[in-house]
């Protein structure tokens, strides 16, 4: 396939390297005849190549993401891919300072800023109007996954607390473009700068409490000052809700979650993380 792609694209390549840690992808760094680096990207379905594509037109010129130098719209055999330009730098670390978490809370405020289009999309839903049944949706579809891992007494306390939790969230905040996976390490920093944001297989328009769960999981809450300055990059562009009230909810229903994806996915490929995201869960309940 990786061949397949590179001919269909006319890409003069020297080397690729399969990149690690890519879950809803295949990404190849590339180094062209002409001394250049670029990423040429796979995704697993066709919907995801569809968000993808839409994504880097709507954020060009109002959010830092990687230029699109060239894209096929795959076939029966493959969903379609991406040739990107490289971002300098590499993913956001928790050693980097509070100028750094100020930038990334400036770049999740503008992609936060952005709005639908008025023209109808073919890969992004705008899921915000009914946004607690997108919630119920995801929830209950992973559900199926998690049965199969936790013991009945656990699950059953498991989907009591999605209930009662999600009753106690406030008004929705949007209708936003949000990233659904604003983690570590689709952020992008060259040592006192934030390159940008890579990765947007799963956006969708809708809620801006949604986006904040993994950031804070992997990156704010091991330092103070790191969320401070988050914080004040954030509102440096546009009002930041109360999380205190919104992170509880997303932490248990993405640990929820990330079990059923790890199921999904094949439990023993996943060990780690799956039994990361059991204790997790098991804290909450």
Known sequence: MQNRVIQQ?????????EVEESFSSTVYQ???????????????????????????????????IPALLDHWEGDEECPGAFVLAE??????????TPNVAYQVG????????????EESLKGIKNEFPNWSTFLEKQFYSFAEDVRDVLDESLYGKALKK??????????PDGPSFVHMDFRP????????????????ES?????????????????LAYDDRLFQAYQDGYKSVRPLID????????????????????????????ASFLELNVGILKEWL
């Not at 971002?87 to 980097?96: E, I, N, V």
């Not at 060259?190 to 990765?199: A, L, N, Y």
């Open 203 to 219: 956006v969708r328009f809708g809620s801006t409490e949604i986006d904040f769960t993994k950031l804070h999981r992997d990156f």
């Open 9 to 17: 694209l006319g890409l003069q390549v020297e080397s690729a390297n």
């Open 243 to 270: 999380l205190e009230k919104v992170l509880p909810f997303y932490q248990f229903t993405d640990a929820f979650n990330s079990i059923g994806w790890c199921q999904r996915r094949g439990g023993e490929d996943n």
């Open 30 to 64: 590339c180094e062209l005849s002409t001394g250049e680096c670029v990423y040429l990207k796979i995704p697993y379905s066709k919907l995801k190549y569809e968000r993808e594509l839409e994504a880097y037109e709507i954020l060009k010129g109002s959010v830092a």
């Open 106 to 117: 400036v770049l999740h405020a503008e992609m936060h800023s952005i709005r639908p289009p």
């Open 162 to 171: 999605f209930e009662q939790m999600k009753h106690e969230l406030p008004p």
């Open 87 to 96: 971002l300098k730098g590499k993913p956001l670390t928790t050693a980097a």
């Open 185 to 200: 390490g689709n952020i992008i920093v060259d040592e006192e700068t934030v390159s940008g944001v890579i990765d947007f």
